[in-house]
């Protein structure tokens, strides 16, 4: 996936004087590599015949009914890796995918479409689907998908054009439709200086018999994100209420900026439900920090007030990686106990350095434990 002005860095925000955002909490935060999924990755991405992910970028981890966890990645690589660590010359890429981890904890395969295709379809030509937030309600997993439109050419796309959402049956996994939303082109919040309308999707997360959606609104000052909701499992056909600062309304225009301010990120951020509430993680210029800053902010309930809490400074690019970059914060709740949680970020290299080493478009995995 390509960094852009547009579309990609429509996502968010940080927390800087002047926002909505309670003040920041005295808390610490420790970081390590979490090494036994980082192996479980390697090996696995390693280990193909040609028939399997060999790194990809990690936008949801959702943990399934039946003990499995399922990873959900936007731009994919497909192929054999060979035994000097380049992925093989045919190696594919894809813009959508899964990969299911067993109970046991084995890596088990890789979901595409038919001819290893993209899981998610596209609806027409110039067109792709850049998959986001992921939510499960009983047997039935539901995913909001960002139809993307190519522009002159094909590797840079426009902004996205509105928000889908897939439903895949569980266990099977298969995907049984794909079906328009009603939360997007809203133009929420228009104001003189708003170069686009929210764009819904950002993260989304289950709470109280409602399925909590998430937006990024991208003015010529800041970037802001928003909430909406609708009844759990009807992603595909309720009429969304949006959350106007101090009531749920039925009209887009009421809905609120709920943090952000004058900064840079991305379409995509993680959002958790922990016992304390709820975390974000996103990635973005924090006041007085630096573009590998990721950052951590909590709020009681899915509408805040939200304040940070921590910053985890990543030291990019690693050694031996050249000029690398991350982006995609992820948190893999599955994983989490107490105070710890574990997440991931992609690391990019940008083509060609992506196919001369793997670990040039693979996620990196990390431990963090808060203190205080």
Known sequence: MKLRATSTLLGLLALTAGTALAPAAQASVSVKPQASLQKLFDAYGNGGTGDRWTGGALVASVALPDGRVAYSFGSTYLGKVNKNGSRDASTKRINSSWVIQEKSGKLSNTLTGASQADFYPAPGPQTYYEPSGAVVNGNTLYQILLLKGYGDTTDTATSTIHADVATISLPSFKLEGIA?????????????????????????????????????????????????????????????????????????????????????????????????????????????????????????????????????????????????????????????????????????????????????????????????
């Open 180 to 372: 328009h939303t009603s939360l997007l082109n809203t133009h929420t919040v228009e104001t003189s200086d708003q170069e686009y309308p929210v764009e819904w999707g950002a993260g989304a997360v289950n709470d109280g018999g409602f399925t909590y959606v998430y937006g990024t609104e991208q003015t010529a000052f800041g970037f802001y994100a928003h909430v909406a909701r609708v009844p759990a499992g009807q992603l595909a056909t309720a009429t969304p209420e949006y959350w106007s600062g101090s009531a749920w309304s039925p009209a887009a225009l009421a809905s609120a900026r709920i943090f952000g301010g004058a900064n840079f990120g991305y379409q995509h951020f993680s959002l958790t439900k922990t016992s304390a509430g709820f975390r974000v993680l996103t990635q973005g210029y924090p006041a007085g920090g630096t573009y590998h800053d990721i950052i951590a902010f909590t709020a009681a309930s899915p509408t805040g007030p939200y304040k940070q809490q921590y910053v985890m400074t990543m030291k990019v690019p690693p050694e031996g990686l050249g000029l690398a970059f991350h982006y995609y914060p992820t948190e893999l709740p599955s994983f989490g106990k107490g105070k710890s949680f574990v997440f991931a970020h992609l690391m990019d290299i940008g083509a060609p350095g992506r196919t001369e080493n793997v670990k040039n478009y693979r996620p990196l995995f990390f431990q963090a434990t808060v203190s205080g």
